[in-house]
């Protein structure tokens, strides 16, 4: 069954849901140690929390979070510049994963938080394009 996704006013929802985006903002900043933990601090049960956890997002989050795939030329300092221009324009770099270097090339994927930046990440991206090194480079669709 294919996802389908709504934008809802947090207004008009039933307070569990708003409990259960503070119990995964809780546990993922590591205020909360465990579920239960985070399911007590907000009044919530546990069976409600893992009823709903994988359903409920946070919008306004998720959408300062980019994923950038680059195609590097296996070369030393191909990924270090990379990641130098990323930080330079006021990405904060999440993840990095980067597959085994083959003919010649290396395919790296990198998490971005946007929210500080000066400038869209697409600018960015066309500067970095020019690298040497860079062989291609593109935004991915998150999926939640």
């Known amino acids: 069954m294919e996802k389908k996704f709504l934008i809802v006013d947090q207004a008009v929802l039933p307070e ?3 409990k ?3 119990a995964k903002e809780l546990l993922a ?3 909360a140690k465990n579920v239960s933990a985070a399911a007590k ?3 919530l049960s546990r069976s409600a929390f893992y009823k709903y956890k994988d359903s409920v997002f946070d919008f306004e ?3 300062s979070i980019v994923t950038v795939k680059a195609v590097l030329l296996d070369e030393t300092g191909a990924l270090q510049a990379l990641l130098s221009e990323l930080s330079a324009s006021g990405a904060s770099i999440v993840t990095i994963n980067q597959s085994a270097p083959e003919n010649g090339t290396a395919v790296v994927s990198v998490t971005l938080r946007t929210d500080s930046m000066p400038m869209p990440i697409d600018d960015v991206l066309l500067s970095i394009q020019s690298q040497r090194t860079v062989v291609s480079i593109r935004r991915t669709i998150k999926e939640l």
């Open 16 to 18: 569990v849901f708003s």
């Open 20 to 22: 259960v985006l503070r």
């Open 29 to 31: 900043s590591g205020a």
């Open 41 to 43: 601090m907000v009044d």
């Open 61 to 63: 989050n998720a959408k």
